[in-house]
């Protein structure tokens, strides 16, 4: 069982609409979770950050945090063709800068 | 500020050779990580630096070894290559001791033949 899960898509949404994105996590000492982007042929960037249970919201970006469920979402919205991607959902776990990857969903959204 | 270098950017190399990576972090960075990249296993997680001490590693063969300087340059090697160890390999720094929050070099693609 891989650390982080998630769906590889990829997943089709229409411009305008919202993208959701989920993440499961198996190690129950993670405190810290974030989500990367990463452009075809680019390397991955930093989006978003959460640390406790809850909503986010940064911009058009709201990330989600269920530690009893193990479960995190990034939800988009108003998506626009720029931001087809795929988007990375990382934990901080096993100490210090020790941060796992999930494999990626690939998002793309539609004009 | 400059991001985070890495060079070569592209190499080929042939089985059974070794092959080093170079990666300057951000300035003021001090934590370094290593990250293999292919298509099908995604990013895994290689090591993980901080004045000039190994904190963490992750499960690949000891052929996979890395150094940081005291400026916070890293380097890593992977010798005797075999043709899985084709893959981008990425640097990241970050800041903080123990934030998760990593900026990523543009990364050292490998292929070995």
Request: glycine letters at 10%; aromatic letters at 12%.
């Amino acid at each position: 069982q891989k650390e982080v899960e998630q769906n590889s898509g990829p997943l089709s949404v229409p411009e305008g609409a919202i993208a959701s994105l989920n993440c499961t996590y198996s190690d129950r000492g993670s405190q810290s979770f974030f989500w990367y982007r990463q452009y075809s042929g680019k390397s991955p960037e930093l989006i978003m950050s959460i640390y406790s249970n809850g909503d986010k919201e940064d911009g058009r970006f709201t990330a989600q945090l269920n530690k009893a469920s193990q479960y995190v979402s990034l939800l988009i919205r108003d998506s626009q063709p720029s931001d087809s991607a795929t988007y990375l959902c990382a934990a901080l776990s096993g100490g210090y800068q020790k941060v796992t990857f999930g494999t990626g969903t690939k998002l793309q959204v539609i004009p | 500020k400059a991001g985070v270098t890495q060079t070569p950017r592209y190499l080929i190399k042939t089985r059974g050779q070794q092959v080093t990576l170079s990666c300057s972090p951000i300035s003021g960075h001090r934590s370094v990580s290593w990250y293999q990249q292919t298509p099908g296993q995604g990013l895994q997680f290689l090591f993980e630096y901080f004045s000039e001490t190994q904190r963490n590693k992750g499960n690949f063969p000891g052929r996979f070894s890395g150094r940081q300087f005291s400026n916070s340059r890293s380097e890593m090697n992977v010798s005797t290559l075999e043709l899985g160890d084709s893959a981008l390999y990425l640097c990241a720094s970050s800041f903080g001791d123990t934030t998760g929050e990593l900026f990523f070099g543009e990364g050292s693609r490998l292929t070995v033949l």
